[in-house]
């Protein structure tokens, strides 16, 4: 067929393709596509299109083909390689994400809105140095939204700049007063002192502020300027006055994010259930994988995971990879699974007997081993890896696993108190907060009984009293030789993304053991309920 020929087919195909979408029928859509990308093999715009038309019929391992297709011959077109890289970025294919932008990086003059689109990008992928020079770049070349300002702010907290962060958040609330991000995060990024404190502008602001709103979005701002209220009466030792700006901050937030009990049960129940085939690995000892290798920190959020984090990987053979969430995309990827919540994580557990761990394993190091930036090892950090011990245990035998340990009321209050956003739905609610725990404590029997071994306790209370001890035995469970720098984790300059990094940059302390009790009366009804689990376990 000549090149006339070749066009005329292609644009009738791509019109079919498009009419078959918009009618929603995805299979006639698909073989459709597939006969448009044999024919322009090359063309971005039908790779792209091919691959979410797979996704949205639930072929994880199948749409990634056609990315990594146009990968072969990037477009000279920034939106549309911006495109293709949150695609892989979202198919696991971390790799070939950073591919895009590094091409993208050469363009000589790029706009100011494609620098903060690369800047987000590179953010989430958590390449924090990057990401902060984007936006720098951006807010240089005329970039003026608080959205903006506000990434620049936590690009420079997490960089460990809280001085300039302060005074990025405090130049956006001279000019949006109502933007609630920026007060949130400003409250949270110092301690508020008795003659420098943000009482007064949050009082006036939530005046200001629709009281009854049903808009979901007034609800969240509301929420944030509580919150905001609830942190500045907190350091100040009003507690009296404090705990009721929090329990509406909590209530508005678990009115926008109910908590649903039924599906964090099924998960702990499927993943019971199912331990057994995900744990019975194949006879004989597994190879030690090539390059570096990962230690995984899990537990509860805010457990103390961050500390440990930021201890280890103060140790000259150990870099932070912080909070991925890379081997929850592999296991999909491998299991065939689109990754939606509580459905998706309930499919590939089903689907676990037939799972190839050592595929799953493989991947996830090919995809995050540059992480390690020559390190031997690299810690990933998210906490909800909890419920990826047995996966982990068969794809990576050889990943030391390390499980954060901290008081329930502790971890509890610290969760209640965080403002997470819209994530983290159990945290809102009293009720939802202890069932959400017993779950987790339930989960963590099990592995401790079916899987003895799997990994390590780490008291959080034994951590920051005895350190030294307790970390010489995390270094050994590690086969790593005990330093005394990491004791100073304070001083550890790379980057920490998480809502602790404030507190992190602070040499060890006991500040935060016991610290419910100053609400003790209010949280009565969480110490009952996580009492009356306790007993029923």
Avoid at 51 to 67: A, C, E, H, K, Y
Avoid at 101 to 129: K, M, S, T
Avoid at 302 to 321: C, F, I, K, N
Avoid at 426 to 455: F, I, K, N, T
Wanted: hydrophobic share 45%.
């Amino acid at each position: 067929m000549n090149s006339q020929g070749i066009s005329t087919a292609a644009a009738r195909l791509r019109q079919q393709a498009r009419e078959y979408i918009k009618a929603e029928q995805f299979e006639a859509a698909q073989t459709a596509l597939e006969s448009l990308v044999r024919l322009v093999p090359h063309d971005t715009v039908t790779c792209i299109e091919l691959s979410d038309v797979m996704f949205m019929q639930g072929q994880v391992r199948g749409s990634t083909g056609p990315l990594l297709q146009a990968l072969q011959r990037l477009p000279r077109d920034a939106p549309l390689l911006m495109e293709l890289a949150r695609r892989l970025l979202a198919r696991g294919e971390v790799l070939g994400a950073r591919a895009c932008l590094d091409f993208l990086a050469q363009a000589p003059e790029p706009p100011p809105e494609l620098l903060i689109a690369q800047a987000n990008l590179r953010f989430a992928l958590g390449e924090v140095p990057v990401a902060k020079k984007l936006v720098d770049r951006a807010m240089a070349a005329g970039v003026d939204s608080p959205g903006e300002y506000h990434l620049q702010a936590m690009l420079l907290q997490f960089s460990g700049d809280i001085e300039q962060a302060c005074r990025v958040l405090e130049s956006c609330l001279q000019r949006w007063p109502h933007f609630g991000d920026a007060v949130m995060t400003l409250a949270n990024l110092r301690r508020q002192k008795p003659d420098a404190n943000l009482l007064g502008f949050v009082q006036e602001q939530l005046r200001r502020l629709p009281e009854d709103g049903k808009d979901p979005h007034d609800q969240f701002v509301r929420a944030e300027f509580e919150y905001a209220r609830f942190k500045v009466l907190d350091d100040l030792g009003r507690h009296e006055d404090a705990w009721p700006a929090l329990a509406r901050c909590n209530a508005l937030m678990h009115q926008i994010n109910p908590y649903d009990a039924a599906a964090e049960t099924a998960v702990v129940d499927a993943l019971i259930g199912a331990s057994g085939a995900i744990g019975k690995a194949s006879a004989g000892p597994a190879p030690v994988p090539e390059g570096p290798l990962p230690i995984f920190i899990v537990g509860m959020p805010r457990s103390g995971t961050t500390l440990l984090d930021r201890m280890l990987s103060s140790h000259s053979a150990v870099v932070s990879a912080g909070e991925i969430i890379d081997f929850w995309r592999q296991l999909h990827w491998v299991a065939d699974v689109p990754p939606v919540r509580a459905q998706g994580l309930l499919r590939a557990i089903r689907r676990s007997p037939d799972i190839d761990f050592g595929e799953v394993g493989a991947r996830y190091l090919r995809q995050t081993q540059w992480r390690a930036q020559g390190r031997r090892f690299y810690v990933d950090k998210l906490p909800a890896n909890i419920q990826m011990v047995a996966f982990i245990r068969r794809a990576l035998p050889h990943a030391p696993i390390l499980h954060m340990v901290r008081e329930p009321m502790d971890t509890c209050f610290s969760n209640f108190k965080a403002m997470f956003g819209n994530i983290s739905a159990y945290s809102y609610d009293l009720q939802a907060l202890a069932h959400y725990y017993g779950q987790y404590e339930r989960l963590v029997r099990h592995w401790r009984a079916s899987l003895p071994g799997a990994m390590l306790d780490v008291s959080y209370a034994a951590l920051v009293r005895d350190p030294e001890t307790t970390l010489r035995e995390v270094l050994r469970h590690c086969g790593l030789q005990f330093e005394a720098g990491c004791l100073q984790p304070e001083r550890n300059p790379a980057p920490v993304a998480t809502p602790s990094s404030a507190q992190v940059r602070e040499s060890i302390h006991t500040r935060g053991v016991g610290q419910w009790r100053r609400y003790a009366q209010q949280l009565e009804p969480l110490r009952l309920a996580l009492t009356t689990s306790a007993s029923a376990a």
